[in-house]
């Protein structure tokens, strides 16, 4: 077995900078220490988050900071949304002691892997959650379903740290590993770029479902790095192929004008 690399955990626009020392104490707590932040709302770094963290300094001083979730996660090849609203997705939901021994079994194969929670305020958005492998939903009771932020870290934190310790064998999964989050994003892009060349986002205000049905849908196939290369190979083909077409349908009309 590779060493195992602890899942990081990142922050989308996390708002109060005690919550953020509140996350890097509990990070501590289990033995994470990749804290990545995107689009903190007051800036970084801010004076509170340490003084919040109650000498657990070393996640928030290797903390890295992101203007996009992409960029965040763009390294990572097994990423779970943690929230209580799956929001209309199609991904597996699990708990935190599942999520836990996926990213174990991931980790075992040297393989980056990462816990992606949402702000205090909104949690996360759909968007956000379409570029994940699957959602974290902790079972808590729901007369009151509300948890805070570093509360939410620690459940799945200790639930990783469970697992370590108690060092199962990893399941190791057949064939390459899958892709990285930036493979994926390309193809993402690529696809998206030429479906909306093609007129295939309609009505427009549908666009954003249709784009996080089909990244979710390719997210659940689990690429690995050749079969990305190769289905952008296929859409880089389609897309030639329709410009090879539009070009012989302007020339023949153009034949057709008068002469003279």
């Given at each position: 077995?590779?060493e195992?690399?602890?899942?990081?955990?990142?922050?989308?626009?996390?708002?109060?900078a005690?919550?953020?020392?509140?996350?890097?104490?509990?990070?501590?707590?289990?033995?994470?220490?990749d804290?990545?932040?995107?689009?903190?709302?007051?800036?970084?770094?801010?004076?509170?988050?340490?003084?919040?963290?109650s000498?657990?300094?070393?996640?928030?001083?290797?903390?890295k900071v992101?203007?996009?979730?992409?960029?965040?996660?763009?390294?990572?090849?097994?990423?779970?949304?943690?929230?209580?609203?799956?929001?209309?997705?199609?991904?597996?939901?699990?708990?935190?002691?599942?999520?836990?021994?996926?990213?174990y079994?991931?980790?075992?194969?040297?393989?980056?892997?990462?816990?992606?929670?949402?702000?205090?305020?909104?949690g996360?958005?759909?968007?956000?959650i379409?570029?994940?492998?699957?959602i974290?939903?902790i079972?808590?009771?729901?007369?009151?379903?509300?948890?805070?932020?570093?509360q939410?870290v620690?459940?799945?934190?200790?639930?990783w740290?469970?697992?370590?310790?108690?060092a199962?064998?990893?399941?190791f999964?057949?064939?390459?590993?899958?892709?990285?989050?930036?493979?994926?994003i390309?193809?993402?892009?690529?696809?998206e770029?030429?479906?909306?060349?093609?007129?295939?986002?309609?009505?427009?205000?549908?666009?954003?479902?249709?784009?996080r049905?089909?990244?979710?849908?390719?997210s659940?196939?689990?690429?690995?790095?050749?079969?990305?290369?190769?289905?952008?190979?296929?859409?880089?083909?389609?897309s030639?192929?329709?410009?090879?077409?539009?070009?012989?349908?302007?020339?023949?009309?153009?034949?057709?004008?008068?002469?003279?």
């Amino acid at each position: 077995m590779t060493e195992l690399v602890p899942p990081c955990v990142i922050l989308n626009e996390p708002q109060l900078a005690e919550n953020i020392g509140a996350v890097a104490r509990v990070m501590a707590n289990f033995g994470l220490s990749d804290l990545r932040l995107v689009r903190p709302r007051d800036g970084w770094p801010q004076e509170r988050a340490w003084a919040s963290a109650s000498g657990a300094n070393w996640p928030l001083d290797g903390a890295k900071v992101f203007e996009r979730i992409e960029d965040a996660i763009a390294d990572l090849r097994l990423l779970y949304a943690t929230t209580a609203r799956p929001r209309e997705t199609q991904l597996p939901v699990i708990t935190p002691r599942e999520a836990a021994a996926n990213l174990y079994d991931a980790s075992a194969e040297g393989l980056g892997v990462g816990l992606l929670f949402g702000g205090e305020r909104a949690g996360l958005e759909t968007h956000d959650i379409a570029l994940s492998q699957g959602i974290v939903t902790i079972p808590i009771d729901p007369k009151f379903h509300s948890l805070n932020l570093a509360q939410a870290v620690a459940v799945n934190a200790y639930e990783w740290r469970t697992r370590v310790l108690d060092a199962p064998p990893p399941r190791f999964r057949e064939g390459p590993p899958p892709a990285d989050q930036a493979m994926m994003i390309g193809l993402y892009e690529q696809l998206e770029h030429e479906l909306d060349e093609a007129g295939f986002f309609h009505p427009p205000e549908k666009r954003p479902s249709m784009v996080r049905n089909l990244r979710v849908a390719l997210s659940r196939a689990r690429f690995s790095d050749q079969e990305v290369r190769t289905f952008r190979g296929v859409v880089t083909a389609l897309s030639r192929g329709r410009g090879r077409v539009l070009a012989k349908l302007a020339a023949a009309k153009e034949a057709q004008k008068p002469q003279g």
